[in-house]
């Protein structure tokens, strides 16, 4: 169970908006969060904001075309998307 810090992190990830619609040039797009896999363990993936489309979308999303393909349809990676992020909470 996330511990109360955690939330309003969480919180104020998904109210950055979509990172990549951001990336695009199109801000305040409504976010879920996505969990960048590194390891197994879900809790302990950094995170960045996709909206439902980029996120689940089966056309265009990470979880409906792949990373591998994400990636490279919208020239961009997590990685960098989660550095932006990052940024924007001035961590």
Avoid: D, V
């Amino acid at each position: 169970m996330a511990t109360k810090s955690e939330r309003e992190r969480n919180r104020k990830i998904a109210e950055l908006g979509c990172s990549l619609c951001r990336h695009q040039g199109n801000e305040g797009t409504p976010a879920e969060l996505h969990h960048i896999r590194r390891t197994g363990i879900r809790s302990l993936s950094p995170i960045i904001p996709l909206c439902p489309f980029h996120h689940r979308g089966t056309s265009a999303g990470i979880h409906g075309i792949g990373r591998k393909s994400w990636e490279k349809y919208h020239q961009i990676t997590e990685e960098i998307l989660l550095e932006k992020t990052k940024e924007l909470l001035n961590e």
